[in-house]
């Protein structure tokens, strides 16, 4: 499985950005596909999940009303719709893929099989 990540730079404070995260190797089906990040000195973070087959979206708190997870079957491409971005939302994101991860489980790193190389976002206040 591959997953090439896309889409970030910088955005001043309330501006929006779009994650996109190819992928390729393997039937995604059964899967979930997360965004996380992770900002110096800060262990990773959950930020979205979305079932592939279904579609069932999940957010961190801290995201919720401003960030949207979706996916294209057709291209096998997740995105993460970033709109009223805060200083805080600056770090570098990745995107996963986890087979068997269930929804008590995706928020946790462990979850996930598979990783993008991150792309990094920077929200300038």
């Known amino acids: 499985v591959q997953l090439q990540a896309s889409g970030g730079g910088l955005v001043q404070a309330g501006g929006s950005l779009r994650l996109s995260c190819a992928a390729s190797?393997?039937?995604?089906?059964?899967?979930?596909m997360g965004w996380f990040r992770q900002a110096p000195g800060k262990e990773r973070e959950f930020v979205a999940a979305i079932r592939w087959s279904i579609g069932n979206a999940y957010y961190a708190d801290s995201v919720k009303g401003r960030f949207t997870i979706s996916r294209d079957k057709v291209k096998n491409t997740v995105y993460l719709q970033m709109n009223s971005l805060k200083p805080e939302d600056t770090a570098v994101y990745y995107c996963a893929v986890g087979y068997g991860t269930i929804p008590t489980t995706m928020r946790l790193a462990r979850a996930y099989d598979y990783w993008g190389q991150g792309t990094q976002v920077t929200v300038s206040s």
């Open positions: 190797g393997r039937t995604f089906s059964n899967s979930v």
